[in-house]
């Protein structure tokens, strides 16, 4: 079977909440990631439960019919900060950038490990329960690299960055064998860098991504 996986579009800085919903550029890109993903021969739709997620998968939902299955197991690290700030609306002395890189394992208050165990587990489950098909999965930049290095054994996966509603497609078989296909296709939101800047697409360092 194929997964489909798939960053979220770009959401809102939210002062009291590490689930806000996206923003008008992000509505773009999850429409156009719907665009580019309805010719695909895709079965099934999942989520994580994080609204920009949901958000993300809902224009692909309404071109296929399918109903979107949430999962807990694909939310983001760092939620538990009860905040979110995109890093492109950072600034180099910014209090909350500054904290995360001097202290970036802070987003896993229960240990690397275990967050990558999580990951690793909802999309064995996810393959366990949709053979033959092509799954498209919608999550989050440190779900996407952690499971990246789970398959690679990367030497730094807070270094793997992918860009909104960038797709990173894997093949399973039967016998336990996962083939990275490709990583960060971005072709579908290219040309809104020339309408927005390069905050359309640029890939965010963010952890809680």
């Given at each position: 079977?194929?997964?489909?996986?798939?960053?979220?579009?770009?959401?809102?800085?939210?002062?009291?909440?590490?689930?806000?919903?996206l923003?008008?550029?992000?509505?773009?890109?999850?429409?156009?990631?719907?665009?580019?993903?309805?010719?695909?021969?895709?079965?099934?739709?999942?989520a994580?439960?994080?609204?920009?997620?949901?958000?993300?998968?809902?224009?692909?939902?309404?071109?296929?019919?399918?109903?979107?299955?949430?999962?807990?197991?694909?939310?983001?690290?760092?939620?538990?900060?009860?905040?979110?700030?995109?890093?492109e609306?950072?600034?180099?002395?910014?209090?909350?950038a500054?904290a995360?890189?001097?202290?970036?394992?802070?987003?896993?208050?229960?240990?690397?490990?275990?967050?990558?165990?999580r990951?690793?587990?909802?999309?064995?489950?996810?393959v366990?329960?949709?053979?033959?098909?092509?799954?498209?999965?919608?999550?989050?930049?440190?779900?996407?690299?952690?499971?990246?290095?789970?398959l690679?054994?990367?030497?730094?996966?807070?270094d793997?960055?992918?860009?909104?509603?960038?797709?990173?497609?894997?093949?399973?078989?039967?016998?336990?064998?996962?083939?990275?296909?490709?990583?960060?296709?971005?072709?579908?939101?290219?040309?809104?860098?020339?309408?927005?800047?390069?905050?359309?697409?640029?890939?965010?360092?963010?952890?809680?991504?």
């Amino acid at each position: 079977m194929d997964l489909i996986i798939v960053r979220h579009a770009r959401p809102v800085a939210s002062q009291d909440s590490a689930d806000p919903p996206l923003s008008d550029l992000g509505l773009q890109q999850a429409t156009l990631v719907g665009e580019r993903l309805r010719v695909e021969p895709i079965t099934h739709i999942v989520a994580s439960t994080m609204q920009r997620a949901i958000q993300t998968a809902e224009p692909l939902a309404g071109h296929l019919g399918h109903a979107i299955e949430t999962r807990d197991d694909l939310r983001e690290a760092g939620e538990h900060h009860g905040t979110y700030k995109p890093t492109e609306e950072m600034l180099p002395d910014d209090p909350e950038a500054l904290a995360w890189v001097n202290d970036p394992m802070s987003m896993f208050p229960d240990g690397y490990d275990k967050f990558q165990e999580r990951v690793v587990g909802g999309f064995d489950d996810i393959v366990a329960n949709n053979r033959g098909g092509t799954v498209a999965v919608f999550c989050h930049g440190m779900v996407m690299a952690s499971y990246l290095d789970a398959l690679w054994d990367l030497s730094s996966p807070l270094d793997m960055l992918i860009d909104y509603t960038g797709l990173f497609r894997v093949r399973a078989s039967s016998t336990g064998r996962r083939s990275v296909r490709s990583i960060n296709e971005t072709g579908h939101v290219a040309h809104l860098l020339s309408a927005f800047g390069s905050e359309a697409a640029s890939p965010s360092s963010n952890p809680r991504s």
